[in-house]
């Protein structure tokens, strides 16, 4: 493989990984902040504020984490390379910061949409189940892509993504249903 051909599979994994991560997180974090809250037995307009809080909070954080991320291998790999070649640095290809905060914005807004929309949408009496099986049915499609894309185990995957996604919403449900009754 040429030095290019390394680069280009590199940052196409590097994107996958963040796209991957954002979705993921967004998913997870987001249902399982309207999990707990709606496992405390709030009303719908607390579960929307929280769910609302959680959605931009955690996509604003994905995005900062990122650049902050990004931002700091780029200045590495730019010491690395003035301290081992001579020339122009600025004709060395970097991985970008912003765009890499704004991908793992988008993603983690993708992701978390799918549990806050159907939280908000679904009847009283179906919230619950009906927020699990959007999330369930996310993580599996969210496992098997990027298995795919990455030349992945499929069913380790979506196994691994499924199970820590569930044992998220479930945790957080049982803690919002244990102490919600007591504030």
Do not use: C, W
């Amino acid at each position: 493989m040429t030095p290019s051909h390394n680069k280009h599979d590199t940052q196409k994994l590097n994107r996958l990984r963040a796209a991957v991560l954002g979705a993921n997180d967004g998913i997870v974090s987001t249902s399982s902040v309207v999990m707990g809250v709606a496992g405390a037995g709030v009303a719908n307009a607390g579960i929307f504020t929280a769910g609302l809080a959680a959605l931009v909070a955690g996509a604003l954080s994905m995005a900062v984490g990122e650049y902050v991320s990004v931002a700091s291998q780029k200045d590495a790999e730019r010491a690395h390379f003035n301290t081992h070649h001579k020339g122009n640095d600025e004709e060395h290809e970097y991985t970008s910061p912003m765009q890499a905060a704004v991908a793992s914005l988008v993603a983690f807004t993708a992701g978390g949409l799918i549990p806050f929309v159907a939280v908000i949408v679904a009847h009283d009496d179906y919230k619950i189940v009906v927020t699990v099986a959007a999330v369930i049915i996310s993580l599996i499609l969210t496992g098997y892509l990027s298995a795919k894309a990455g030349g992945a185990p499929r069913i380790k995957a979506i196994t691994r993504i499924v199970v820590g996604g569930s044992v998220a919403m479930a945790v957080t449900y049982g803690i919002g249903s244990a102490f919600g009754t007591y504030f």
